[in-house]
């Protein structure tokens, strides 16, 4: 029998987490292992952990829910499970969802992924799936080319040992969605949604039209700057993400702009930052800097980012021929 392991991260949500394990202790068909990834918690997260005997689990440093994510699936695979199924703490499968999930496997390699169902209504799917809005409407038990990682996805190892696993360096936003696209645009690997493994969530809230507050607004520095790695990933072509993101922080601004009633020049000035960050690869901010540099309000140049991001991706296309020239000179 092929041995599935579930890997939950968690940051300072005990109660959500219990009822998780929960879910998952109730499963009809038993898992082999269940992993949880504690990114630091200081809500007494450590020491429930510490009196599970039934689970094993791992504390690191706060590295986000990237970094969370990347030590599980990579601990899940070390650890020689077959399949690892990935999911939040503030996720709830229902009983039969792993039971379902191994039911339906494909007859090629596919990733797999739960029908994530608003945890209130107990129908409606959370974000769009298929253009489907409640399970009602899914005529059949498979929704090809849609999932939604990481909520109830379920990778084999055969992708994890093709594509790897999820950047750690993306910290907060964008790493599941990057992943997404690794495995299904770049590796060509197929997808799909199991509509009869239901996976509870909270229905999301967030949008960018939304007035957010500039002093606290740290995570928006992680949307912005990790959407251009996104499309790197997507169209796999330097020159059409810089075009796409470019895109991306035009339609940013607008939205700024036209919805936001507080600190709208503090907040068009503030997208320079991160999005300087994302051309010149920079991954270093953790949000205790971005929080400080918030009140500073230090400003930015991104035309001279994207300026030297352009000079760089020249000179290295340019390279295999200056480097020929240059060994022939040598040679004559």
């Known amino acids: ?41 200081t809500d007494g997260t450590e020491a429930w952990l510490k009196s599970q005997s039934d689970l094993s689990y791992f504390t690191q440093k706060n590295i986000g829910g990237a970094g969370g994510f990347s030590t599980a699936i990579k601990m899940g ?16 499968p229902k009983e039969d969802a792993l ?3 191994l039911a339906a496997q494909p007859a090629e390699l596919t990733l797999m992924n739960c029908a994530v169902i608003d945890n209130k209504d107990r129908k409606s799917f959370v974000w769009n799936t298929g253009g489907y809005k409640t399970l009602d409407e899914v005529p059949g038990n498979i929704i090809d080319g849609i999932g939604h990682p990481f909520n109830g996805t379920f ?16 910290f907060l936003w964008g790493d599941e969605t990057e992943y997404y696209y690794r495995i299904v645009r770049r590796n060509k690997i197929p997808v799909c949604t199991v509509a009869n493994s239901i ?6 809230a967030f949008s960018v039209k939304k007035d957010w507050d500039y002093a606290s ?23 059409l993400a810089l075009l796409h993101y470019s895109c991306f922080l035009l339609a940013f601004a607008g939205v700024t702009i036209v919805f936001q009633k507080t600190d ?65 000179a040598a040679n004559a």
């Open 1 to 41: 029998m092929e041995k599935v392991v579930a890997v939950v991260v968690t940051y300072n949500r005990l109660a959500l987490l219990s009822e998780c394990i929960t879910a998952l202790r109730n499963q009809s068909r038993p898992l082999d292992g269940i992993l949880v990834i504690n990114n630091g918690s």
């Open 77 to 92: 695979y070390e650890e020689g499970y077959e399949w690892i199924w990935c999911m939040d703490d503030d996720g709830m």
């Open 99 to 101: 039971e379902n999930l």
């Open 155 to 170: 990778i084999n190892r055969r992708i994890i040992e093709r594509v790897g696993v999820p950047k750690a360096s993306f």
């Open 199 to 204: 996976h509870y969530h909270p229905a999301t």
């Open 217 to 239: 607004g740290w995570k928006m520095y992680y949307y912005i700057r990790n959407r251009f790695h996104i499309h790197q990933t997507k169209f796999n072509n330097k020159a």
């Open 264 to 328: 709208r020049l503090k907040k068009l000035s503030f997208i320079m930052w991160p999005a300087a960050d994302a051309i010149n690869n920079n991954f270093e901010a953790l949000p205790p800097v971005i929080l400080t540099r918030l009140k500073s309000a230090e400003p930015v140049s991104l035309t001279a980012s994207i300026n030297n991001y352009l000079k760089t991706t020249w000179m290295n296309i340019l390279a295999p021929f200056t480097s020929a020239r240059t060994e022939r």
